[in-house]
Structures are given as C-alpha cells and as structure tokens.
C-alpha cells in the first residue's frame, strides 16, 4: 500500500481502532486522507445504550492525532429505509435477519461511497478484516474479495454482497494484520482507542436487551411452545420473532421430558417455527436430527464477480458468521436460488441468515437462506 501521493481516501471512522489504523497507515503510505464519521441511528441517542456520541468524540481525537480531517454525515434517513425496515419486515416473517451485512452493501459501500465520491475522493477505506485484489484474467482485470490475514477477526462474511465497481473503489488496510498489530500500533502512535473494547451486537440496539427492543417496534403474539416429535405443549412464547433455530437459552421449558430416547435433563433447543399458527417448535438435545441439515437453499444472491459459480464443484461455506467454514457443493443455481450441499451436516441452519460461499480464500458471494 504505497504510491498513493496524489489520491484521495476518504476513511470511514467508526471511533475505533480497527479504522484509526486504517487511516494512520494511509497517512503514512502519503494518501491524502480525510476521516468520515458516519451516524446511522438517532431514535435514542440520548439513552445509556447508544455509544454514537462517544464514538465521535473517538474518531475526533483519533482524527487530530493522525493530523487529518474529520466530516459527519448523517445517514439515519437512509439506514431506517434500507436496512432497519427490511430487520423488521424480516422479523415480523419469522426469520432472524443480518442487518450488518445490508448496513454493509447500502450505506457503507453506497451512501458513503457516493459520498466520497462527491467530496472528490479517489478511493474510500474501512476498518474491516478483509482484503481486496486485483485479479487479471483473460477476459480483463477483476476485483476479488478476500479473507483477511488474522482469521479470527475475518469479516469477508460480511461484505460479500459488495460488487465490482465498490470493491475497484475500496481499501482494507488492517487485512493484512493481525489483531494484536493493530492496537501495539495504534498504542506507539498514541491513539487513545488503543485499547477501546472491540463493538459487538448490532449498531443500532447497542448493550441493550434485544427483547426489550424489540417490543417497541414489533407487538408480542404470546404462542404454544410445542415438541416437535409429539406435538406436545411444552410452555408459551411471548412472540416468535424473539427466537431464532438453535436457541437454548430462554425456552423456560427446561427438566420437561420430550420423549423416551431423550433424558430427563437434556436442554431443549428451538428447531422450527409455524407462523401462520404461531407455534414455536423445540427439540431435546443439541444433536437432535430436527437440528442437523445437510441442504440449503439461498435466494437474494449476490456474486463478487458478477458470475455465478460453478455447480458440482468443492467449494466452502459458512451458513453463518462463527461457523467454520464447511465443504459443500453447489448443487444448482440460477438467477434467483442457490441450492447448497454439505458434505457433513450442519448444526442450526436458519432463515434469514446468509449463507457465504468460499474458495480457497477468496469470498465468491452468497445469499439468504429460506
């Protein structure tokens, strides 16, 4: 990452580390860089939970040590359009939705693009795991969206709805680092976020409990809980879009005896939901069959290169962003559906999220899983 004297980066600053990095290192390659605080969401943002007000005061300091620019921009109108509506819209369906990923592809890498873009930026940059390569093929170059170096910080799962024309305009520069890189240089640079706790959850419910946030938007339908082998009722659920395939925790259902083959103490796990009769399904225990898949299919699709991939061919995937990666074969694609087979059963497949497609290192694309 060098030569870039005479362009122009626009970095989006979070008030984190990862992006206060990305921004010294472009410095020190001589881009000219200018920061950008993006605010997403503003419906509390004098509560305990939102941290966006400290956030700005982070990437504003991390912006005067570094010695560039800081601007903010507010997106909320467009984040509540684009991204919480469809968090809802998915929710209200049943299914257990990934805003980060759309929050991705329509605001960090659109409304920030084109906005950098009008500041008369060359290029625009993050804080993200993940790299980019230029990829020269027979038919011309092509952009690959790759993992990043440090693989438990990896967030390629995350952008693979980004296209060519974004990934030919955006920089990674901590992909190639490791974690521990990233604060020992943010630490010798005298950034203050050196050591600020890494953000977990999604941006807009922040600390606070899910359920509590949920119920402002989203009415309670209390329903049966029901084993899924005997149809029995095993308890009520305040609402089905407060739970999601593979949940444990919450049932308050546990010491009920299911079946004969399952004990006594075995925890229950939700397996299923029926939405037109609000009945939220369980099993007794973690390797129940009802848990274990080895087909999926995903619709929404998008592929980084604009192809689809190749059918019968020994790809990985990840059905969801902590899972390892799985081998698997595309079994059929076309415009609209992808079906997905796995080598070895997956545990918990569950609608809404994304199911991310690999090979080798590089993130082919993906879609939702139905």
Known sequence: MSGGAKETVVVGL?????????????????????????????????????????????????????????????????????????????????????????????????????????????????????????????TGREFQLLKAEDGTKDQSYFLYRLNQAQLAKTLFPVGHLYKRDVRRLAEEAGLANHDKKDSTGICFIGERPFREFLQRYLPTEPGEIRALDSDKVLGRHEGLMYHTIGQRKGLHIGGIKGNDTAGDHDAWYVS???????????????????????????????????????????????????????PCEVDAVNTERCEIHFAAPQWAITPGQSVVLYESRVCLGGGVIV
Request: proline residues 3%; hydrophobic residues 35%.
């Open 14 to 138: 979070s008030g984190g580390v990862d992006s206060s990095v990305a921004a010294l290192l472009l410095k020190q390659a001589g881009y000219k860089v200018v920061g950008l605080f993006m605010k997403n969401w503003e419906d509390d943002d004098d509560e305990e939970y939102c941290s966006s007000r400290q956030d700005l005061i982070d990437a504003a300091s991390a912006a005067d040590v570094i010695g560039i620019d800081l601007e903010v921009v507010n997106f909320s109108a467009e984040y509540k359009d684009r991204v919480f509506a469809d968090f809802l819209n998915e929710y209200r369906a049943g299914r257990t939705p990934n805003p980060d990923i759309l929050c991705n592809s329509e605001i960090k890498f659109r409304c920030f693009l084109d906005h950098a873009m009008q500041l008369g930026a060359d290029r625009i940059a993050t804080g993200h795991y993940a790299q980019v390569r230029e990829w020269h093929t027979e």
């Open 272 to 326: 299923g939901k029926d939405v037109q009769k609000n009945v939220l399904y369980a099993v007794q225990g973690h390797d129940h069959p009802a848990l274990l898949k080895h087909n999926l299919t995903a619709t929404e699709l998008s592929w980084v290169s604009g192809r689809m991939p190749h059918t019968h061919w020994v790809y990985t995937a990840k059905p969801r962003y902590r899972t390892p990666d799985a």
